[in-house]
């Protein structure tokens, strides 16, 4: 389900398919995209595969009538959670291309970071491909563990 609302400001939001954007138009235009809205590591064994990857998410970012900074960045609701058991979301990275605009990182559940950033107009829509990694350990409990993504595509 994808659902669409303007704002006041000059930010727009994606989190699972949420689209956000400044409904003035004399203001910047930001339009983000995130594409699967959910991701699934598939389970394997840490002493073959220390660090497992889910398949790729398409990032789409499009900026109009902005000659200024703008930035992508994301942000964890939390640790990773199954029950009560957790797992340190710092234990997900991700890669990114094309770079520039996208940038490697680490996810955080207390800093916002940045994922893409550039100035001026980016039109057509940019698309960048974000491949998310856990590092795969036996101290983690068997579950099913989730957590949300916050994606926020911002210029000053």
Do not use: K
């Amino acid at each position: 389900m994808v659902g669409i609302r303007p704002c006041d400001g000059l930010r727009a939001a994606a989190a699972a398919l949420v689209l956000v954007w400044p409904a003035s138009a004399a203001a910047q235009r930001l339009e983000l995209s995130v594409s699967p809205a959910a991701i699934v590591f598939p389970s394997a064994d840490p002493d073959v595969s220390p660090t497992i990857a889910a398949a790729p998410v398409v990032v789409g970012i499009r900026i109009r009538q902005s000659l200024g900074p703008w930035q992508l960045t994301v942000l964890a609701n939390g640790d990773l959670m199954s029950g009560s058991d957790t797992v340190d979301i710092t234990s997900v990275t991700w890669t990114a291309t094309p770079v520039p605009p996208f940038q490697n990182g680490t996810v955080s559940r207390t800093v916002a970071q940045r994922m893409a950033s550039g100035a001026g107009t980016v039109n057509p829509t940019q698309n960048g491909s974000v491949t998310f990694r856990l590092a795969n350990s036996w101290n983690y409990n068997a579950g099913t563990y989730t957590q949300t993504l916050v994606f926020t595509l911002s210029a000053p």
